[in-house]
């Protein structure tokens, strides 16, 4: 029996009703990305040029940052953490429900939140230029096979990355490499493991990324982070080898991806790109944050303008939202809207001297993602929302926080649109630099003799240089005083523990962190961090919660359950279904 989600992206035996054509605009000025497709298209007769490729790999892009796309990549890397709460703006008119529930970890195989479809439309398409494009490169001349091997690594960088998010959020999904654009074809799939669709992916990107584009020409800067490239598979592979336990292959990936930013800042030195204080950074090239007594313009350059010296990828979104082009809907819904709000354990550190939940006591008040991440006078989000913040200091003081204008929802044919232009980041280099100082940090000894304090030193200084580089550009102090001390982390313990705190800190609201706490579950093959974070979470009931994530299937209930309608058409979903949801109605909290 064909599944829902192939049904849908396999709808039109004869015609592609282009799922692949809505308008394909991702970035402003671009000629790729404002490519539009007709409303109907013979499949027979489409694909016989470059265009038409072209045409199917934005649409690609595009599927990815549709607001059912994007809601998901919001909620399954945040709702469940503790870094967010339930917003004023779902007591409205527009409550959801759903999301209500996820928040109070009442999640059933009812919730809509648990539909999968939009990635696997994506999987489609990509597995659809993969089928098609070399018949076009046999009978255009114009289309190289040199770039048909680019097209073929980007379309299955992409396809990787859509199952990356799946089997992150459900572990076990099914995989399929075959383009289904007939509705005559039938399958029957059965979930593949976890670690058997990890493999597969890593292997797909590590044959293809050679062909990849490295650069793009100075003229298309956008490509660079709003398209797939080397460097973005590098990315890739850096973590999936992290969540492989391979740590030497993800340092490797890393340092790859490191070496290329530096490499590209040099480039980018003489059309006068902002570039990072180097002291600051230990030498990382990081957007520069101020050293002068006013800081915030990193986080302008990052979240607002896009297309930052450290951007690896991001999904790029429009201003001109809701006319021709792509707006950033879920951003606007889920933060700029108030369906979602900053945790209590994340505005309270705010006003703390001590017994700080995430952010670093020594930084005390002057580490600029307390005001990058929440808006501190409001208590709503900045990231995302807001276009620019202002931290003004005197001395080792902040004295002055202004926040910029936010990006405003609009009405359209009577119709509300959240659109805002925030681009939506997948990869920076802070994140792979905390991967990397994640994988040195899972290499140490945790022994007490000498020749573990021995091998331990140099793995514990390289993976502080790379957490304290990340924390010393956020401190607003002209005169770094307020900084992180090696040796407050000479241990595994303590170095482990500082590098999932700097990714918290850092990565808030970026679909990171819910993520980062099933890694080191799955690591350590408990749900103890899980469980720890839950304990800072608001509106839990907490004795339901640690029976849920500590009884027999609390191993599957950092999971996901698989969609009802989904188990409904196919019956391999339904006889593997999530253990801790297997009821047919979820875990209820009273």
């Not at 013979?42 to 607001?67: H, P």
């Not at 022994?447 to 550009?473: S, T």
């Amino acid at each position: 029996m064909i599944t829902k989600y192939i049904k849908k992206a396999a709808k039109g035996v004869t015609y592609m009703l282009l799922y692949f054509s809505t308008p394909l605009l991702l970035i402003s000025c671009s000629d790729f990305l404002e490519i539009k497709s007709t409303s109907e298209i013979v499949l027979e007769d489409f694909w016989n040029e470059k265009a038409d490729v072209d045409n199917i790999v934005a649409g690609c892009y595009s599927r990815l940052q549709s607001d059912d796309v994007m809601c998901r990549m919001i909620v399954w890397g945040e709702a469940r953490s503790e870094n967010v709460k339930n917003g004023s703006g779902n007591d409205g008119a527009d409550y959801d429900g759903n999301l209500e529930n996820v928040l109070k970890e009442n999640i059933t195989f009812k919730n809509t939140y648990a539909t999968w479809d939009g990635f696997y439309t994506v999987i489609n398409r990509c597995n659809t230029v993969l089928k098609y494009a070399p018949g076009v490169a046999e009978s255009d001349p114009g289309y190289t096979q040199s770039e048909l091997r680019a097209t073929r690594a980007e379309v299955s960088a992409l396809r990787d990355l859509c199952y990356f998010y799946l089997i992150r959020t459900f572990r076990d999904v099914p995989y399929s490499t075959e383009a289904y654009t007939d509705d005559n074809q039938f399958m029957t799939l059965e979930p593949m493991d976890f670690y058997q669709v990890l493999d597969k992916l890593i292997a797909d990107l590590e044959s293809i990324q050679d062909d990849a584009i490295g650069r793009y020409p100075e003229n298309k800067k956008e490509y660079q982070t709003g398209r797939i490239t080397k460097c973005a598979i590098w990315a890739m592979l850096c973590e999936m080898y992290l969540w492989k336990g391979d740590y030497d292959n993800c340092i490797k990936y890393a340092d790859l991806v490191i070496e290329d930013k530096k490499a590209l800042t040099i480039e980018r030195r003489s059309d006068g790109a902002s570039q990072s204080n180097s002291n600051r950074t230990n030498g990382f090239p990081l957007v520069n944050n101020g050293t002068s007594g006013s800081f915030g313009t990193a986080f302008g350059q990052i979240f607002a303008t896009g297309n930052s010296q450290e951007t690896i990828f991001e999904l790029v979104f429009d201003s001109d939202a809701g006319n021709s082009r792509v707006g950033n809907s879920a951003c606007g819904r889920l933060y700029g809207r108030d369906f979602l709000s900053p945790a209590t354990c994340v505005t309270d550190d705010v006003g703390k001297e001590s017994d700080r939940v995430i952010y670093a006591e020594r930084n005390k008040k002057v580490d600029a993602r307390i005001y990058w991440n929440t808006n501190s006078n409001k208590n709503t989000f900045c990231k995302y929302v807001h276009r620019t913040v202002g931290i003004e200091t005197s001395g080792t003081t902040v004295t002055t926080i202004s926040y910029g204008s936010t990006y405003n929802y609009e009405k359209k044919n009577n119709a509300d649109h959240y659109y805002n232009s925030s681009n939506w980041i997948i990869y920076r280099l802070t994140d792979i630099m905390l991967l990397k100082a994640e994988a040195i940090s899972q290499k140490l000894s945790d022994g007490a003799e000498q020749a573990d304090i021995d091998y331990n030193k140099p793995l514990l200084a390289e993976a502080f240089n790379l957490v304290n580089a990340v924390n010393k550009r956020s401190v607003c102090q002209q005169t770094l005083t307020d900084t992180l001390r090696a040796i407050d982390y000479n241990t595994k313990d303590r170095m482990q523990k500082l590098v999932m705190q700097e990714r918290q800190r850092e990565l808030m609201y970026e679909g990171k962190r819910w993520y980062d706490l099933v890694r080191q579950c799955m690591r350590e093959d408990n749900t103890q961090a899980v469980l720890d974070a839950m304990g800072n979470r608001d509106g839990i009931n907490s004795q339901y919660v640690k029976n849920f994530f500590s009884g027999s299937v609390g191993k599957y209930a950092i999971f996901w359950p698989y969609y009802i309608e989904e188990t409904k058409v196919s019956p391999p979903l339904a006889n593997h279904q999530n253990p801790a949801f297997g009821s047919g109605e979820g875990n209820i909290s009273k």
